[in-house]
């Protein structure tokens, strides 16, 4: 393809044709070649960027929940056991980030798109769809094992939990969404009532006391349903 076409501006290309005196015929073509690429690289740079913003939303709550973990190793650096569970669970956290350099670097898939190949749950929404239940349980116990420190917060690993930047932004539209398909259904239970459009009105409405009731860090679903 005309790699040095693609750079100029329309009118530049048109002079640029015009100094190598081609035919009218194959500028028009080259001019339909170069308008087709640059579309295609405008398409493709749209669907990199959503996916990008589609692995922010698994990676971001991974990092953060990896940071939390090395500040809470250091807590107490002479209690050997518990320094080797936050060891543990730090590996499976460094060893996903590790899995997830490749499809993050192509951008070939969403994390869903990868998550529904692999059958993994919820769609793999949340950085911890993506480990094993086997080693979620066996990371767990370790934590479970260790002795209760005085005035020191139990750790539990595997929370699905989000940054709170993410669960603001996340919160306002699931209820902004959740919000426009309760108005919805009750305009269309106005004109035809039933049993079961009653019925998921009110769990709708549950869902949005649930979700205002959510912590800044809890990872948000993407529909209301999640919630209950």
């Keep these: 393809m005309h790699n040095a076409y693609i750079k100029l501006k329309p009118n530049d290309l048109h002079q640029r044709l015009l100094k190598e ?39 971001k709550p991974l990092r953060y929940e990896l940071n939390n973990a090395k500040v809470g190793r250091a807590y107490d650096l002479d209690d050997d056991e518990r320094v080797d569970a936050f060891d543990a669970y730090i590996l499976v956290m460094e060893t996903l980030l590790s899995k997830f350099a490749q499809p993050l670097a192509s951008l070939d898939a969403t994390p869903i798109q990868l998550a529904l190949e692999k059958g993994l749950p919820n769609n793999g929404e949340h950085w911890t769809d993506w480990v094993p239940d086997k080693i979620k349980t066996r990371i767990a116990l370790i934590f479970e094992a260790l002795p209760h420190k005085t005035r020191a917060k139990r750790k539990v690993p595997f929370q699905r939990l989000t940054t709170p930047e993410q669960n603001a932004k996340a919160r306002d539209k699931l209820l902004a969404r959740t919000r426009k398909e309760i108005e919805t259904l009750e305009r269309k239970q106005e004109m035809n009532s039933t049993e079961v459009g009653q019925a998921t009105l009110g769990r709708m409405r549950e869902a949005l006391k649930i979700i205002a009731r959510l912590t800044d860090t809890e990872h948000i679903p993407a529909t209301w349903s999640g919630v209950l």
């Design 21 to 59: 005196r081609l035919h009218p015929a194959d500028m028009q073509r080259i001019k339909d070649e170069v308008a087709q690429a640059k579309e295609a690289q405008r398409v493709d740079k749209i669907t990199r960027t959503q996916r990008k913003a589609e692995w922010d939303k698994v990676l």
